[in-house]
């Protein structure tokens, strides 16, 4: 079962290298993994999904960065309700479709469209991970040249 874990961690370096050593040295993935600065500087909130089957693995990963010094507090919030999004760039071309046509299908997803010419159009969505795949699966059929995308990232409600 994937699980978002979030952690809130002291803002200095090296951080995110003794977390990421710590998953890979005991064989976990990390399916997903955003960073960044919180509202107090000092601070980074790491978003992590992560691929758990039993409960105790998943404990064992959340009491092993509870351990990190600079860890201040590990949450795992996949039981509790979230919002969740990822953002996405993606490269279309645009020869099998008008830009009204693409406007009117990235509209169904929120997205918008940053750029747009006879060759390619650049797409941006903030979306669920539900979301996300349908958006793609829609693009599909146009002929996706290129896509960048985050990581999740959750909030509790």
Partial sequence: MKHIIYALVENKPGVL?????????????????????????????????????????????KKQLEKLVDVISVTDLTKKKF?????????????????????????KFSATILSYDAKL?????????KQLIDLLDCLAPLGIEELVRTGRIAIAQ
């Fill in 17 to 61: 290298a003794r977390m990421s050593s710590l998953f890979s040295a005991r064989g976990f993935n990390i399916d997903s993994l955003a960073v960044g600065e919180t509202h107090d500087p000092t601070m980074s909130r790491v978003s992590l999904v992560v691929d758990a089957k039993e409960e105790k693995i998943l404990d064992q990963i």
């Fill in 121 to 129: 159009a650049v797409i941006e969505a903030v979306v669920e991970k």
């Fill in 83 to 107: 919002f969740e999004r990822e953002l996405i760039l993606v490269k279309v071309k645009t020869a099998k479709t008008s830009k009204l046509k693409l406007v009117s299908l990235v509209k």
